[in-house]
């Protein structure tokens, strides 16, 4: 396919601290304060951005670990790692890829595949005295 | 100005005040373990109340930073404990702190984590009620091996159609403290509603440790500690979400789930 050589970025290896949860991993950005969850899909996907390989080599990666071969579905995972800062640099997306999201693959792959739509959920790290509200007192 | 020094789980911090009334009431509302240090201890910051008389209000400050007021100085008493509290909760080298209920029951120890004024007081004191020994209706103290401390400051229960909450020992309903570590045998995400029917879903490990980082007080201040403490907690321990309405239902759930482990 004409995307297949594409060289994709490689994840982040800086500033970011990274636990693997059986097929999930969570990264948290040092340089952000921010904590990001990858579902087994990009999870699989930003594994496999190792700065050399293509997306041909992220997609195979995407399919073993998933079980499904989308073109798709590891742009739009590219995408999500992207647009988060996960890595090195904002992957290059063919046009047709740029607006495609998780609900129009979620209605071409049926429900049975929704598990392996790419989902990547963020959030600022939590400072401890928002989540905190006493209320013995008037607070300021 | 009358001035001290304390230290409580590896954190030193300095409480002052015009009037040694003051300083007194701000050392009987310390955090729990917390030891008075020598004058040239270490401190990681200095908390004061301040009264200002002009408008009749008492300031709780950090470093000159305001942080709280309040109208009589038992309120700013109250404020200042959950201030410097916090403080040593994001700042301990030691453990790591963690928003959550905790109670043993029948030998296992569950987390119930969740925000202030998510009902964890009220679920650990009806669990304690019940049987349970209690940890902590507010904090889950994680030693680096995975343990969790007990942190048995008084409970904070609401009265029904009272806005403040009223402190209440473990004794005083009933129950008995813990006093050893335990490893985490069931952690439940929750959230009450009256009347809820308690249907719980098992949380994947990964995202398991998302929402517990989000209760994790060292988070922004010493991430590499959160994450392994969260990583530790998810990949060992079944993690539960869903809305929760009478005790007994968590109870019920609890027996189910622990006697299958």
Known sequence: MLHDRVAIPARRSDNVIVKELADEVLVYDLARSRAFCLNPTSAAAWKACDGIGTFADVARAVEAAVGVADGDVVWLALRQLSDDGLLVERVQLPPAQESIGRRELMTRLGTGAAAAIPFVVAMAAPRAAKAYMPTTYAQK | ?261
């Open chain 2, 1 to 261: 100005m009358f001035a001290r020094i304390y230290r409580t789980y590896g954190v030193g911090f300095g409480i002052r005040a015009a009037t040694r009334e003051m300083v007194d009431v701000m050392a009987a509302s310390l955090p729990l373990g917390a030891e008075h240090a020598p004058s040239g201890a270490v401190t990681n910051a200095w908390f004061s109340i301040l009264h200002d008389g002009g408008r009749g209000r008492y300031v709780v400050e950090r470093d000159g930073e305001a942080l709280a007021e309040a109208s009589d100085l038992e309120h700013a008493a109250a404020a200042f404990e959950a201030r410097v509290t916090l403080h040593v909760a994001e700042m301990t080298p030691h453990f790591v702190f963690m928003h959550a209920g905790v109670v043993a029951w029948r030998g296992h120890l569950l987390l119930f984590p969740g925000r202030s004024m998510s009902g964890k007081s009220t679920l650990v004191a009806e669990m304690v009620r019940a049987g349970g020994a209690y940890f902590s209706d507010e904090y889950a103290v994680i030693a680096p091996d995975g343990r969790v401390h007990p942190y048995t400051r008084p409970l904070q229960l609401r009265v029904p159609g009272a806005r403040e909450q009223v402190r209440r020992s473990v004794y005083d309903i009933g129950g008995v403290p813990a006093t050893g570590a335990l490893a985490p045998s069931l952690v439940v995400l929750s959230r009450y509603r009256a009347g809820a029917t308690w249907r719980p879903k098992r949380v994947s490990p990964g995202r398991a440790a998302f929402e517990l980082l989000q209760h994790t007080m060292c988070a922004v201040e010493n991430p590499p500690a959160a994450m392994d403490a969260v990583h530790r907690l998810a990949a060992s321990v079944p993690v539960w979400r869903g809305v929760r309405g009478d005790v007994a239902q968590i109870i019920a759930f609890a027996d189910r789930e622990l006697a299958e482990s």
